[in-house]
């Protein structure tokens, strides 16, 4: 099968798709491994290295993607490109479809076979396939280091002959793999460390970091037989907001992660809480793709109320490009070697196989997802 890796297109996209090493891998299992010039320059991945790995290069994109039995990217597809795919083609990447009504359409129209990694099941087994998961955590350590760079404090505490430095104070709102991987890192940093999260089940795991659980009786609240969060009643989300008021105001940094599946992200701090916080604070919106947890956000802006900095910073894991490709790399090379049958050395879209169950977006010229049907149905 010829297995066609694309350059990403979008500007500030700095990851990349497929790693030599997994370009390797891809070739032993018997692909034709096709990877665009300069696929890999943004991480400092020549040609050669590619070339090296087994795979060829490829100089025209039209012919790539018209060639092309299974195409592997990073972004959702163009629709102009989608066009030009073969009947019967496999393609891998984010398609973020609750969002891309008329694009899941274009596939399901061109006989594409569209899979959207971000839908893969959160099982054990598909754990080394989870993008979702390995793109979240680095998520994570990059909103720690960038609110770093623009607090004017140090993180630890400090004795020195010339006084005692407090250690500054880090509050994480929803604590999934990014706010895990946040409280880790603050922690490292030195800072003392707050969380909150409305799935109960978390609070332990706050504290083995070595972080304190805000506790905020919300009533029933709980979480989807895949472990993400319920969507909270108007009511509930009052209640929290005068919860976290107070830890915000005494928090230099703020972080909030907060995702519903499948839905707007949760607003969970208003301007009134904002006002509260010290100037000079510094709020991290990692939500801000989906709608943002925080009044006032923008996409790709740095807003100032009061004093305090609103980050709305989007593709926190691009900013650590060269560890975020290699493990969105490896993700995928797990999920082709999965459904890779060695004998006829082709990828086998198996349809009674769970994860492939999940992650199938499009086939056969159909919408095949149960829960795309479910979800876009309401
Ligand atoms: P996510 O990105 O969907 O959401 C981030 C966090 O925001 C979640 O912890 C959620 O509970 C929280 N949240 C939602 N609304 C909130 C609100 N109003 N206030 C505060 N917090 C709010 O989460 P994720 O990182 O994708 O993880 C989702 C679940 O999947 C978790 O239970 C995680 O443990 C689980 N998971 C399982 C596997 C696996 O078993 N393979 C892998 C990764 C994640």
New binding site residues.
Partial sequence: MIIAVMKERHPREKRVPLVPSTAAKLVKLGAEVVVETGLGMNCRLRDEEYQKAGASIGSSRTDMLKTADIIIRLRKPPKDEVLLMKKGCIHLSYLDPFNEVELVETLQDAWVSAISLEMIP???I??KM?V??SQ?NLGGYAAVTLAADHLDRVFPMMTTPAGTIKPVRVFI???????LQAIATAKRLGAIVEA????PV?EEQVKSLGAKFVKVDLGETG?TK????KA?TPEQ?AL?QEGMAQACARADIVIT?????ARPA?R?IDHTIITQMRPGSIIIDMAVETGGNVEGSELDTIVEIEGVKIIGIANLPGRVATTASEMYSANLGNFVEHFWNKESEMLVVDEKDEIMQGALITHHGEIVSQMYKNIMKK
């Fill in positions: 959160r099982t054990t598909a754990q989870d979702l998961s979240a709102i929803g604590v999934g793999v990014a706010g909150f999260d409305t799935r978390v979480q895949d472990g993400y969060a909270l989300l929290q992660t907060a995702q519903l599946f949760p969970i």
